[in-house]
């Protein structure tokens, strides 16, 4: 699997807010990110079914709701 990098705009205080809970955890920011980014695919994958592996990040189309 390739890994990928994604710059995000963030406000400084979310951004502080995130390394305390990352400290905290015992992980780097990218690592708490990437632990909350994994919990969301989940929960909605959960909610939605699974997202097909084979769609390319590279379309950011938003589907419709079933």
């Not at 995130?18 to 690592?31: F, K, L, P, Q, T």
């Amino acid at each position: 699997m390739a890994i990928k990098s994604v710059s995000i705009r963030i406000e400084e205080e979310m951004l502080k807010k995130i390394g305390y809970i990352a400290d905290y955890e015992g992980r780097s920011v990218n690592s708490q990110i990437l632990v909350l980014i994994r919990e969301n695919i989940k929960v909605f994958e959960i909610e939605n079914g699974e997202i097909d592996g084979n769609i390319s990040p590279e379309i950011n189309v938003k589907l419709s709701r079933k």
